[in-house]
């Protein structure tokens, strides 16, 4: 029986794209692909660090087209090949987490339906986030993975 997120303490969004789970997994698994779509539109990724294993972290640089620098880190804390992957996700290293995210892969036909789900430890935390437009960001990063997977750049 799989648990439902508590919709007061949740946000989550998904995509379906037209590529196998196996590609997609790998895109959420390498520094040199991540940089490349990570964020919402108008966002640059650079990674400082990235360790994917449990335990490992993934350390990196939101750049905003505003010019603002959002630093983030994720600690994974599960990774299921190629179908989940499980972590906690804060701001500055040495500070509490903000949420933890679950990626989940599901085949879907000939595609990957994506969904990222956060669970935030309080209906004010997820809030403030959605204030900072975090919905609408989820959902340019999900389009901007979908273009750079089935676009001819990527190296799979």
């Known amino acids: 029986m799989t648990m439902q ?9 998904d995509r379906l794209i037209a590529a196998p789970r196996e590609l997609v997994f790998k895109m959420l698994t390498e520094a040199g692909h991540l940089d ?5 539109d108008g966002f640059k990724t650079e990674t400082h660090e990235m360790n994917f294993a449990v335990g490992g972290m993934w350390r990196y640089t939101m750049h905003g087209p505003d010019g603002k620098d959002w ?3 994720i600690r ?3 990774i299921t090949p190629p179908e989940r992957i499980v972590y906690d996700h804060g701001a500055e290293v040495g500070e ?22 956060l669970q935030f430890p309080t209906a004010e935390a997820r809030d403030a986030t959605l204030k900072h437009g975090a919905e609408d960001g989820g959902k340019q ?3 901007r993975l979908d273009a750079y997977v089935t676009g001819p750049q990527t190296l799979a």
Do not use: M
Not at 5 to 13: A, H, I, K, R
Not at 98 to 109: C, K, P, R, S
């Open 36 to 40: 490349q779509w990570w964020g919402p």
């Open 141 to 143: 990063t999900l389009a």
């Open 96 to 117: 509490p987490p903000w949420f933890v995210g679950t990626i989940t892969l599901d085949a879907e036909g000939d595609g990957t339906r994506i969904t990222i789900s």
């Open 76 to 78: 994974y804390t599960e």
């Open 5 to 13: 997120p508590d919709p007061n303490t949740s946000l989550t969004v």
């Open 71 to 73: 630093p983030n880190w």
